[in-house]
């Protein structure tokens, strides 16, 4: 069945970086688009980055450019999400989509989603 797998939160201080980890345990997302979206406690999920399934487009959100990088590994069963300066707004479960579109910003547009790993920035 199809599986999506988050890592790599944890807690940083303001400034410092992390990466996040999306795994397509059973090899079934390497024709899809990959997105990264987030939600912050009281908040709705929102768009943060997504990147096309041959890696050649990514769209990133106007909060995190410049600041946020994703890419998909050569294998395309793992997609990266690397932060860099966070911020203490940046602090919210991540998860990662898939969908069967070359790429998506919406969630309404995404097919499958990972259960979401932790990211808290502190000032």
């Known amino acids: 069945q199809a599986q999506l797998v988050e890592s790599g939160g944890g807690l940083v201080q303001a400034g410092g970086s992390l990466r996040l980890s999306c795994v397509d345990s059973?090899?079934?997302?390497?024709?899809?688009?990959m997105g990264w979206f987030r939600q912050a406690p009281g908040k709705e999920r929102e768009f943060v980055v997504a990147i096309s399934w041959n890696g050649g487009s990514t769209f990133y959100s106007d909060s995190v450019k410049g600041r946020f990088t994703i890419s998909r590994g050569n294998a395309k069963n793992t997609v990266y999400l690397q932060m860099n300066s966070l911020k203490p707004e940046d602090t919210a479960v991540y998860y990662c989509?898939?969908?069967?579109?070359?790429?998506?910003?919406?969630?309404?547009?995404?097919?499958?989603w990972g259960q979401g790993t932790q990211v808290t920035v502190s000032s």
């Open positions: 989509a898939a969908t069967r579109k070359w790429v998506g910003t919406r969630r309404s547009e995404y097919d499958y």
């Open positions: 059973g090899r079934t997302f390497s024709s899809y688009g």
